[in-house]
DNA sequence: ATGAAAGCGCTAACAG
DNA sequence: CTGTTAGCGCTTTCAT
C-alpha cells in the first residue's frame, strides 16, 4: 500500500495526497478529508525512508556512547530521546565499547544512514574518523572534547564550579584533611577535575595533598580507601573523581566498619541516578545529564538551521554544583563537641553554600 | 557523490558498481577492484536508505522499552546492538515511558521507518497497537507478557526456579520467618513472581504469611520493612519482587540501624547491574539480561528466515537462578549458637543449592 | 560477465 | 488549487 493506491481510492493525484499529508494550507479542505479518509480507512503510513531519499535529509539524528552500560547516560538517552519525538526525530545509537573498530564502525554506520546529525558522548575520538563526517559536513557536537576545529560544536564543562562548592561544603562542616580519588591520567575530564580540586583547596588555605589516583570504577575507589587507611594521620572527607568510584569508597568503608558519614564524609561526581540510590544517599557534585542532553540536541538543531554559514563560536557551556545528600557530616573530631547530630540538618536538594569569591 | 560517480570513475555501469560492492561473486575480479580503489579514494559510502527503499527491507530492529532510566535496560540494549553490528542490523530504540500516546507514536515510528521486527519490551502493550504491526505482519518478539496470538514471538521467563533457589538458599541458612515484598499487583510478571514465593515456601513447609505488597520502587521497599518491623514476630529474612525493592529495604535497615546481612537477609529479583554495587552487594535472582536480548535478537532473526511459513510455536523460556553476593546470612538467632561468621565461607559466583524436588 | 533500463515510494517543479 | 512528471540513489531483471 503506498501513496498512489491512497490517491486512486481518494480521487486525486498523488501530490494532492502528498500535499495532505504534509498539511500544506494551500490544499482545498474538502480534498483534504477524504484524503485523510481514506489514510485512516487503510491505516496508511508514510515511507519515511522514501521521504528522506528526495528530501535528502533523514531526520535521524545520532549518538555515539561509549557503552549503555555506563550510569552516565541513560538519562541522557532518554532526554534525547524525548526531545526527538518532540521534533519528529528519530534517534540511531551507537555504542563504541572503546574499540577503535567499533568507533569507525558507528562513525560509517551514521554515515551511511545519512544521520543529520551526530551528537559524540564518547570521552575522545579519534581526529581521522571525524574527518568522514566534517567532510560530508554532518553537523556535530562534542562534549568536552570537542577538537578545536571551526564548524564542530561544543559543550564545555565547567567542573570548577560544582568541586569549590563541594569543597567549601567540606570545609564548612570542620574538614581540613581532604581527600581526593581522581580518575584515569590519561583522561581530559578527569585532569580537569583533579585541577579544581587543587584550585579549590588551596583557595581556602588547605593543602591539597591526598591524592590517590583512581580508575573511576568502583575497584579503585575501594583500593584508595585502603591506600587512605594506612596513612599516618587519615583523611576525614574524600571527594572522588566520580560517583563510581565514591561508592566504591563506600563500600570499602563498610567492609571495614567505618559508618558514613559519621565517620567518614564522601563526596561524589556525576549525580549518576544510581547516587540517590546508595545507602546512604551520595552528596556528589552534579553534571545534569538531562541539562546536556538538551544542549546537545539543541547545538545540532541550530547547527541545521543556520545553515554552516553562521560563523559563532559554537560553544556551550555547562556548569555543575553540589547536591547534597546523606554522606557528609561534620568532622568527627569536631563532632563530639557539638551537639550537632550530622550536617543533615537542613538539607535542602542543591547547595546553598555562600557564593565562591 | 553517488553510485553513478564511481561507475564514471571507474569506467563500469552502476550495475557492476553495485555488484562488486555488495560482492557478487560473478564479477570480474579486475574490474571489482578497480571500484572498489575509487570507493576507497573517494570515500564513498553507499545511501542505506535508497537500498532499503528498493530491496524493501531496511534492516533495521525496533526496540520498544519503557524508560531508559530503568535500569533493567541498559545491559539488553547493549547486548542487542552488540548483536545488531554483527548481523548488519541497525536499531531503532524508543520509550514509551508508560504512557499511551507515546506507545502508538512508538508503534507508528517503527512502522514509518519500515523496520523489520521488533521486539517489545515493555510490561503491557495495548492489543489495538499490536494489530498495526501484525497487519503489516511484522515480525514480533514479547518478553512474558506476549498475547496469545499466534505469529508472535514470546519469550516465557520461569520464575519459580530463581526463586526456589532463593527461598531453599534462606532456607538454608535457618532462616524460617522469611518475607515477601511483592510488586504492584497489576503486573503480570510481579503477580508471577509472588505465586512462585508461595509454591517455594509451601514446598518446604514454611507459610508464606508475611507478604507486603511494593511498587518495585525504592519508597516500596522502605516502607515495606517499616511495615514489617512493626510485626510483633519480625521476619529475619526477606525475599523482594525486584532489586530496587531490595535496595529500599537496605537503605531503610541502614536507616534503622540494622546491619545487613547479620540483622537481617535481604534478597533482590532481576540482578540489575547495579546489584553488584550495592553495599552489601546484593544477593539476588538473577533473571539474565544478556540472555534475554540475545533470546529476542535471534527470535527475530528467525521470524525472518522462515518467513511466515513455519507454524511453530515460537515460544522461547529464559530461566531465573540464584546469585550469591553478600546479603545473606544465617539467621542471628542461630548464628550466636555456631561459630559461622555468617553464610559467606564459601560463596561462588552461582548458587549450588541442590536441584529442588 | 556486463550494461541499459525499470522501478522502490515519495516530493517538488512546472503546467494547467 | 490540482495533476503530470522528473527524479532522489540504489538494485535487479533482461538483454547482450
Known amino acids: 500500500m503506498d501513496i498512489r493506491e491512497i490517491a486512486r481510492r481518494a480521487k486525486v493525484s498523488t501530490a494532492t495526497v502528498s500535499r495532505a499529508i504534509n498539511r500544506v494550507p494551500t490544499v482545498d479542505p474538502q480534498l483534504a478529508k477524504r484524503v485523510w479518509r481514506v489514510v485512516d480507512e487503510l491505516g496508511y503510513y508514510p515511507n519515511i525512508q522514501a521521504r528522506a531519499l528526495v528530501s ?102 565547567n567542573y570548577q564550579n560544582g568541586i569549590r562548592q563541594a569543597v567549601q ?42 591524592i590517590i589516583v583512581g580508575d573511576h570504577r568502583l575497584e579503585g575507589g575501594m583500593r584508595a580507601l585502603i591506600e587512605l587507611s594506612r596513612l599516618p594521620v587519615r583523611p576525614t572527607a574524600v571527594l572522588c ?43 556528589t557534585v552534579q553534571m545534569s545529564q538531562k541539562e546536556l542532553a538538551r544542549i546537545a540536541f539543541q547545538a545540532l538543531l541550530n547547527e ?5 554559514s553562521s560563523h559563532e563560536r559554537h560553544e556551550y557551556e555547562l556548569t555543575t554544583s553540589l547536591v547534597l545528600r546523606r554522606s557528609t557530616a561534620l568532622d568527627p573530631a569536631e563532632r563530639s563537641a557539638t551537639s550537632a547530630k550530622g550536617a543533615g540538618g537542613s538539607r535542602s536538594r542543591n547547595a546553598s553554600a555562600p557564593p565562591p569569591r
Open 241 to 283: 573523581s566520580n560517583d563510581m568510584t565514591a561508592i566504591g569508597v563506600m563500600r570499602q568503608a563498610y567492609d571495614q566498619n567505618i559508618r558514613v558519614p559519621e565517620g567518614l564524609s564522601v563526596v561524589g561526581f556525576d549525580d549518576i541516578r544510581l547516587a540517590e540510590f546508595t545507602t546512604p544517599p551520595l552528596t
Open 56 to 157: 535528502g535529509r533523514s531526520r535521524i539524528f545520532g549518538l555515539i556512547v561509549s557503552e549503555f552500560t555506563n550510569p552516565f547516560f541513560p538519562e541522557i538517552v532518554q532526554t534525547f530521546e524525548n526531545l526527538a519525538v518532540e521534533n519528529n526525530y528519530e534517534i540511531l545509537i551507537t555504542s563504541t565499547v572503546n574499540d577503535p573498530k567499533r568507533m569507525e564502525l558507528s562513525v560509517r554506520r551514521m554515515i551511511e544512514r545519512r544521520v543529520d546529525g551526530v551528537a559524540i558522548l564518547t570521552f575522545g575520538m579519534e581526529e581521522g574518523l571525524l574527518e568522514h563526517l566534517r567532510y560530508r559536513k554532518v553537523p556535530l557536537v562534542f562534549v568536552d572534547v570537542g577538537p578545536d576545529v571551526r564548524g564542530v560544536a561544543n559543550i564545555r564543562i
Open 169 to 210: 561544603h567540606l570545609a564548612a562542616l570542620r574538614h581540613t584533611r581532604i581527600a581526593f580519588v581522581a580518575g584515569p591520567p590519561h583522561l581530559k575530564s578527569a585532569l580537569a577535575r583533579r585541577e579544581a580540586f587543587k584550585i579549590s583547596m588551596t583557595e581556602i588555605g588547605l593543602s591539597p595533598d591526598m
Open 304 to 308: 541545521i538551521e543556520c545553515d554552516s
